[in-house]
């Protein structure tokens, strides 16, 4: 658990900071490389959050190693100075626990929102949805089907509780359209658009990017990181869409999704693609379908953004340092008779193997025989003998003065 939430951490930080990057030099990428290579560069970074493990080098260029200790170090200063017994009692988790589980209870959190969201555009496409029996409407969305290459079975139906055409379904896609009466124009751009879409399978990248924001709830960068994601999908959408076309084309098209603007009140589901957003940048939208120049496709900063993410690990390094990670020597106990459990037999005690032990010495051994009576015989050692105070002849005291 503890490396998970240290790579996780540490995958975090370092596609942060490849993210904000390429966020920042996007304003002068859009003049050189396509929608489509822009939006795929994205992806790559999607799957960099998701996939938390790198490759470390042996000597990484910048290594945070202080910041597990100080988690702990904080965990443990709030717990001093709070008394109470639930504190007391998480006083005995380590911190990577702690962190884990209020990281799973959000990840359940973030799912469960999302699901009751697309559970709730089901039922009401189930409630209020019924086939379109316009025979000009199934035609013209068979023509635009074998023109882009598309053979999967494609159900177009009308359902009055939306407010745009969007495209849901994974195994059984669906076009939805808001009403059966859209002009044969307009009708035409929504249906390339959303098999566009369909063809892609902009549904899956979707839900990786549900998936890598669902593991780093906790980043604010994630949040900004879909709506720039798709808002780079409905630009490369409609850069499809308008290839080889006319100005006129194209300004058709402009006004198509600003119709479908106007009666749009909400956003749809995560896990479809709406032929209109108000949420994104509508700006933007029509300078990239009014532009008529040619573009790189973006092999080489698609090729960039990969190489950047891999090679995260080989610049920052997050783990514990090595006083964390280090596990103690344990300590001998020590027996009821002063000596330490696990000593070899042969090593003899303290008291015998110190030649000036006051026991050995001769004024030790001539108190033992002469001055004290009942002392055992001479060459025994008395270990706990006490020295005794012999009074000194004054003579002796006197020469000792001189």
Known sequence: MQSFMVALLECSVSMTAVGLLYMAVTPFLQNRFTAKGRYYAWLAIVIGLIIPFRFHLPASVVSVDALVPALKNASRSSLDQAVSPATATAAAFPWYVLAGGFWIAGVIVFLAYHAIRHRRLLYIMKRWSAECSDRQALRMLQDVQANLNITRQVDLR????????????????????????????????????????????????????????????????????AREIALQCELSCDEEVVRHSDTNHRQQYVEAIIGVMKKQSRGPSVFSTSFSDSRLSMKNRVLSIMDTRSKKWGISLLSVIVLAAIGTGAVLKLSPTKSETATPEPTRPITASGSVAGQEKNEPPASLADPASPADSPEGKMRGTALEPGIPERGVSVPDATPLLVPMPASESRISRQ
Do not use: Q
């Not at 379904?169 to 359209?177: D, E, T």
């Not at 002009?183 to 399978?201: Q, S, T, V």
């Open 158 to 225: 009308v359902c009055p509780g939306i407010f745009s055409p969007m495209l849901v379904g994974f195994v059984r896609p669906v076009i939805l359209l808001p009403s059966d009466h859209i002009p044969a124009n307009e009708l035409l751009f929504i249906l390339k658009h959303e098999l566009i879409h369909l063809k892609r399978g902009d549904l899956g990248c979707k839900t990786l990017v549900l998936l890598a924001t669902a593991l780093h709830w906790f980043n604010p960068f994630v949040y900004r990181m």
